[in-house]
């Protein structure tokens, strides 16, 4: 039995867009199943109290571990403003003017991850996001039933999420 003044804030984890939502995975009648936050609009769901998730859920939710750092607060981040610029001139070339390139990373959102973090879910809806990689290395993972694969290998300079922007397909 949960009292209505507590049920309520409970049912609004599961109901907003959080940008990041740490939960507690540890499953049993004190912790949270992965299961039930399937349909969270959370934009990242990272599990914490748990060594491993399920197959099921490897690919859609990501594992806090230590040394994992998240952002809570951006800092400055004005030092990665030229190499979003080096980047997109790379893959652009002179087709695009230097003013265009700088409107788009003077628009650009930085976000950090962390390795094995899971950044977009297969069938999951797009959200018209492109990620450009700046640093380090990210795996594109395809899951079934039983099995997670890696499918391709992607490193710095290299774009994520671009075919479900251009092709405005919606799903990933």
């Known amino acids: 039995m949960v009292r209505s003044e507590t049920l309520e804030p409970l049912k609004a984890l599961y109901e907003t867009r959080f940008d990041l939502l740490i939960a507690d995975g540890g499953a049993g009648p004190l912790h949270g199943d992965p299961a039930e936050f399937t349909t969270s609009p959370a934009e990242r769901i990272v599990f914490v109290h748990i060594d491993e998730l399920p197959t099921e859920f490897a690919a859609t ?3 806090a571990s230590a040394g994992k750092r998240y952002t809570l607060i951006d800092g400055d981040l004005s030092l990665y403003a030229a190499l979003i610029h080096h980047y997109l001139k790379i893959w652009i070339g002179d087709a695009g003017p230097n003013r265009w390139l700088r409107s788009l990373v003077t628009n650009a959102a930085i976000k950090n991850y962390n390795q094995d973090d899971v950044v977009l879910v297969q069938g999951h809806e797009s ?3 492109v990620y450009l990689i700046l640093t380090g290395y990210c795996s594109v993972v395809h899951q079934d039933e039983h099995d997670i694969k890696t499918v391709a290998t992607l490193q710095a300079g290299d774009l ?3 075919m479900a ?8």
Not at 165 to 172: F, S
């Open 127 to 129: 959200k018209g996001y």
């Open 61 to 63: 939710f990501s594992v």
């Open 160 to 162: 994520v999420g671009e």
């Open 165 to 172: 922007a251009l092709t405005d397909l919606g799903a990933r």
